[in-house]
């Protein structure tokens, strides 16, 4: 009942927005927009894709990023935060020194 109503408002704003002319395209386009994108969808959503997953291959790659990353990707960002310029070491020296009196890079006490 409820979608027969709601379909034949959809119909009957067509059918006005066929008579509307030219230097109102601005309220057409709006219009059209605004049912396509909110209540269609748009174009985009409707379309089927296929991925090929196979969740043994994400485990097996798991275990290589713990390796080389470390949990929770901490060696990278590690290696982000002193960069990659040639002065890693003289910036890990200054993170060891900024970081004395804190328990693994964070306050253990709360500084107000």
């Known amino acids: 009942m409820v979608a027969n109503k709601f379909v034949s408002i959809v119909i009957v704003l067509c059918c006005l927005l ?6 109102e395209q601005v ?38 990023f713990y390796e080389k990353n470390g949990f929770r990707a901490s060696k990278l960002i590690e290696s982000l935060g002193v960069g990659i310029d040639g002065k890693e070491q003289q910036r890990r020296q200054e993170q060891r020194y900024r970081d004395v009196g804190k328990l ?9």
């Open 18 to 23: 066929n008579t509307i002319h030219k230097s």
């Open 27 to 64: 309220v057409y386009r709006l219009i059209t927009e605004t049912l396509q994108n909110n209540v269609a969808g748009e174009p985009i959503t409707h379309e089927r894709t296929e991925w090929d997953f196979d969740p043994e291959i994400s485990k097996a790659r798991r275990g290589l």
């Open 104 to 112: 693994n890079g964070e306050h253990y006490r709360n500084f107000s």
